[in-house]
């Protein structure tokens, strides 16, 4: 893909985000993004057969955001405990800031959850992934009590999915501001060594 193309690609990207979190996905068309954009239809077309498509390409930058985020906090040297607390904030912050740049996508993230969900399918598996290396690290340096790691790694993803929800809904975001480390003592207090 040539420079000018990436450029044209991302900008079309950009205008659509734009109008999904000022109108909601659903009451923005093709036609809307074309003429914003100043591309013109079968511009547009070329680069997209739907505004479908360009939603999911855009649920899945976001999710490539969170990732890099994450990958971030693997390649810290922090202590393995250090470390799974970053995860979990982090998390939840890179979610806070998809959310606030994406205005009503946030409407349509829980109208379409089904579809989101399937789309964060890979992103979960890679993070799972990730929260498993920092168990194997904490077990292996006798900071975590020897766990059962792939278990473990599920159960920590599923509650830190968990407190999504209300957080993008912003019902917990204050709270959790105010509470961040605590929120976080409670999922890891099962999982440290007392001693360390």
């Known amino acids: 893909m040539t420079r000018k193309v990436q450029n044209t690609r991302q900008m079309l990207i950009d205008v659509a985000r734009d109008l999904f979190a000022k109108y909601g996905k659903s009451n923005v068309t093709m036609n809307d993004i074309a003429e914003k954009s100043k591309k013109g239809r079968r511009t547009l077309y070329t680069y997209f057969t739907s505004k479908d498509e360009i939603y999911h390409t855009i649920i899945e930058i976001e999710l490539e955001y969170i990732l890099q985020v994450l ?87 599923y509650a830190i999915k968990g407190i999504e929800a209300p957080y993008i809904r912003q019902t917990l975001s204050a709270v959790f501001e105010r509470n961040k480390n605590s929120i976080v003592d409670s999922i890891l207090k099962g999982i440290v060594v007392k001693n360390n």
Do not use: C, W
């Open 71 to 157: 990958r971030m906090v693997q390649d810290t040297s922090d202590d393995p405990e250090k470390k799974l607390t970053k995860h979990i904030i982090s998390h939840l912050d890179a979610i806070k800031t998809i959310v606030s740049r994406n205005g009503s996508l946030r409407a349509d993230f829980f109208r379409d959850i089904y579809e989101v969900e399937r789309i964060r399918r890979k992103t979960d598996k890679i993070e799972i992934e990730m929260i498993k290396n920092i168990l194997s690290e904490g077990v292996e340096k006798g900071v975590f009590k020897p766990i059962n790691i792939e278990l473990s790694a599920v159960i920590i993803f």
